[in-house]
């Protein structure tokens, strides 16, 4: 059964917005918890625009579940940090600098041997380690050959074909990406616009599936049905065999 983890990075743009610690970074991570979230994840960029690097040590001190730090392990303090802190999970996302937000996954052809690299330095620190990919079989199997312990299938261009009307074909190309994954002993990830209008439709199709991650569509909704109630309709989409209306 899938779990789900909460990325908090919207609620620490909030907080930097206006400088103060309102909202309460901390707290609400906590909060998130115990409200039924499995685990809480984070993505610090160079420019501290949401999660700074002191927020990593903080959260790690607190959380009962599982911390999932995903970033651009091309960064020296990336890597520093992740080392630093050892996350239940670390999620290697190829970003560029000044990036809005991750639009694809990893070349494992092109990039195998330094992802191979990457892996290694992480797992042997006792991290498990996730490569965020394009539902691409060659992708798929080349990110197998690094060692890697599961991959994050990149699901937005689900997400849009899902809006337009056309999930059955939305979803092909993730079937075929997890049954791959699966045949080669991957765990599956999964998370990007993965809202509570899909993600029922997502997890029920996608074989294997062990994780969303799930950020600016959970807080978005909070905003209307509360951040207890949200994150309790999330968990409901990934555990439910039946469809519901929220």
């Not at 992802?115 to 330095?121: A, N, R, T």
Request: glycine residues 6%.
């Amino acid at each position: 059964m899938a779990t789900l983890s909460v990325n908090i990075n919207k609620i620490a743009t909030l907080r930097n917005s206006r400088g103060g610690n309102n909202p309460n970074l901390i707290k609400t991570a906590l909060d998130i918890e115990r409200f039924g979230a499995q685990g809480i994840t984070i993505h610090p960029r160079p420019d501290e625009r949401h999660i700074r690097y002191t927020d990593v040590y903080d959260l790690k001190k607190v959380l009962h579940t599982e911390l999932n730090i995903e970033g651009n392990c091309r960064e020296q303090k990336f890597v520093e940090l992740v080392l630093a802190n050892k996350p239940a999970q670390v999620t290697l996302v190829p970003d560029e600098l000044g990036q809005i937000t991750s639009n694809h996954g990893w070349d494992t052809i092109k990039n195998k041997d330094f992802l191979i690299s990457m892996v290694s330095l992480f797992k042997n620190a006792g991290i498990r380690t996730s490569i965020f990919v394009d539902p691409i079989i060659e992708m798929v199997e080349s990110a197998a050959a690094t060692g890697t312990d599961r991959i994050e299938l990149y699901t937005e261009n689900f997400a849009k074909e899902y809006a337009a009307g056309n999930k059955e074909a939305a979803i092909v190309d993730y079937v075929a990406a997890a049954i791959k994954a699966n045949e080669l002993g991957l765990g599956i990830n999964a998370g990007h616009d993965l809202d509570l209008h899909n993600l029922q439709y997502f997890a029920q199709n996608i074989p294997g599936l062990l994780e969303v991650s799930i950020g600016h569509a959970l807080i978005t909704d909070a905003l209307y049905l509360g951040l207890e109630n949200t994150v309790q309709l999330y968990k409901r989409c990934i555990t439910s065999t039946h469809d519901y209306v929220y």
